[in-house]
Each structure stands twice: as C-alpha cells, then as structure tokens.
C-alpha cells in the first residue's frame, strides 16, 4: 500500500509538472498570438422554445495556435493570471461591437452576449479603463449610433459576491445606456439569492453542470423550479445553458425557461456560418 501511495505521489508530480509547463507555454505565445490574429469569435445562438427562432447568440472566443486549437478554459485562466485578460476582453468586445454593428446594418434584430472576466473589474483603475475603452471602441467604430440594447455583458456570481458598490455603479451606469447584465454560471457557486435582489442584473444563466444533472432526480429539479419563479418575481430573464438531450429540454421548457443554449440546438460557430443561419431565418 505503501508503494501504491508513492506511485500516487509521483503521478500527481508529473501531472503538476505537465500542467505548469503547459501554462508556462500558454502565458508565452498568447501575447504574439493576438498580434497574429489566432483569436476568432465564434458565436453559438440561443434559441427561443416559445417561438423557436433565434434571439440571441453568446459569444466565445477560440484560439486557433500553429495547428492546435487551445480551449478557453485552459487559456484565459492564464491570462486572468497574468493580466493579459484586459487587452483581450478589449479585442473581444472591438470584434464583438463590429458584429452588432454588422448586423443591425442588416436589419437582423440579434443580440450578443459578452463575456467579462472577474479580473476586468478589480480595481477602479480598471473598472475606468474598462468604461473608457468601452467609448473608445465605439467612437473608433465610428458608428453614428450604437444599439446598446442589443448588447448584453455576461458576468459571474463570485464578482457579485464581493458586493462592492464600485462594481454596481459601473454595470448601473452601462445599464443606463441600455446595455443588459446578465450573471453567468449560477447555479455552481454558493449561490446567494440575496444579491439578485441588490444588484444591477437584468438575466441569469443556469449553468450546464446543473442543467447536465438534471435527469439525476428530483432535487436538482425543484432547484431549478425555485430558480425559475424567483426569476419570474424579480422580473429576470432566464436563459438555460449546455442542453443536449430531449430530457433536459423537456424538463426546462416545463419550468416555463424559455431561452435555451446548447448541444441540442447548436454548437459554436463561426461568424460567417452565424450571419448565414440568421438570413436563412430572415427568409432571404
Ligand atoms: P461559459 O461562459 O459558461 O460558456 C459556456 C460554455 O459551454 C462554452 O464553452 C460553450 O461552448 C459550452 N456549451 C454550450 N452548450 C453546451 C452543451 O450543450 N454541452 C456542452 N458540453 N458544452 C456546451 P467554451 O466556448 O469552451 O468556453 C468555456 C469558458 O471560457 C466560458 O464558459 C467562459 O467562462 C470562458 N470564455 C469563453 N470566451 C470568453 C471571453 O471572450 N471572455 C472571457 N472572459 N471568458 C470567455
Ligand atoms: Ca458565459
Ligand atoms: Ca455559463
Ligand atoms: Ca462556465
């Protein structure tokens, strides 16, 4: 037992090893690779259940790196760690705006939704600068008028937990503008209802480790029915994220959520091939 023990050790040595080499590769080449244009958005609909067309799409970012193809999960972990996540929650947004912009030139009535990291808000030089190139992106647009409804910013529990005022008066001030908040991945965390009720959010997003243990039974079921009619008294929109099967669909469109993302519908996918599944549903 003992040697089973060592033998256990060791792994977990190389897989440490393994995993702050592959960071350590990550936090080198992620600079150059936005120079080198690697990053692209892809953008994944989500769908209305009530009248099946598409009203939304989130969007994600890929890494296409020499041949590879580097998932998010792995590098902006990184670049949280680094700091790099500014500038390239920055490039997001510049494409992401080029793409709202692109479609309400052609009259497609889609709104996008924006991942923001934690990180992007940390301190109030940041939350400035975040503000700040937010106006510089659209002035360097130079777009006239910019549909600020049809932008939604995705944020995650643990940046409401902090509960800092700086945080509500920013996302209150873009809100001001028509700009939607929506609080991502709930569900996972502790998550506290409380904060529902004091913070600026118009949306939640039930996370998909809870929608995918959905069919495991009842419990994980009258969460998601509590979730739903605290939503609807709060006047929230609810969106379901990383549905795959029949099963979890039925059980979500019976909770009267009628915004669905996942597998089941569509999978990421480039701009080109998005703005083609939009004319299609535009009848053009
Ligand atoms: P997230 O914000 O929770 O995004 C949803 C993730 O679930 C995406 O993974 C999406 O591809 C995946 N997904 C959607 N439907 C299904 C499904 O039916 N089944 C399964 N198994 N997965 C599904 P992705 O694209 O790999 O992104 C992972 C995470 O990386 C995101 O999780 C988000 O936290 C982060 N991320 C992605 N793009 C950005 C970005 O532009 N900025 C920031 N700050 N974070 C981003
Ligand atoms: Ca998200
Ligand atoms: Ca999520
Ligand atoms: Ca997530």
Redesign the pocket.
């Known amino acids: 037992a003992k040697e089973k023990g060592r033998n256990g050790f060791q792994f977990f040595d190389q897989q440490m090893q393994l995993k702050a080499e592959r960071t350590a590769y990550i936090h080198t080449h992620i600079k150059a690779g936005l120079e080198n244009n690697e990053f692209e ?2 953008y ?1 609909p989500i769908v209305n259940i009530r009248t099946a067309t598409i009203h939304r799409a ?5 890494w296409h790196h020499e041949g590879e193809f580097i ?3 792995e590098f ?1 972990p990184v670049a949280e760690q680094t700091g790099f ?1 500014v500038q ?2 920055e490039w ?1 947004r510049k494409e992401a705006f080029k793409t709202i912009d692109l479609f309400s030139q052609n009259q497609l009535s889609v709104d996008l939704s ?4 934690t990180m ?1 808000f940390w301190s109030p030089e940041l939350q400035a600068r975040f503000l700040a190139s937010f106006d510089d992106t659209v002035r360097e647009l130079g777009l006239d008028y910019f549909p600020y409804h049809m932008l939604t910013l ?1 944020i ?1 529990e643990s940046l409401m937990m902090q509960q800092h005022t700086n945080i509500a008066n920013l996302l209150q001030t873009l809100r001001k503008r028509g700009i939607k908040v929506s609080v ?2 709930f569900g996972t965390g502790y998550s506290s209802l409380s904060y529902l009720v004091n913070f600026p959010v118009d949306q939640i ?1 039930i ?2 480790a809870f929608v ?1 243990k959905l069919t495991d039974g009842h419990r994980h079921i009258a969460i998601v029915e509590a979730i739903a009619s605290l939503s609807r008294s709060l006047d929230l929109t609810v969106t379901a ?4 099967t029949k099963e979890q669909l039925a059980i979500i469109s019976g909770n009267q959520i009628d915004m669905v ?4 519908f569509y ?2 996918m480039p701009k080109r091939e998005f703005l083609n599944l939009l004319f299609e549903q535009a009848g053009y």
Do not use: A, C, F
């Not at 989130?58 to 890929?62: F, G, S, T, W």
């Not at 924006?114 to 990291?117: A, D, F, G, Q, R």
């Open positions: 958005l892809y994944q989130e969007v994600l970012l890929r998932s998010p999960d902006i996540i390239l929650g997001v924006v991942n923001v990291s992007e995705e995650t991502d991945d997003k996370d998909k995918q994220e990383g549905v795959e993302q996942g597998y089941y999978r990421p």
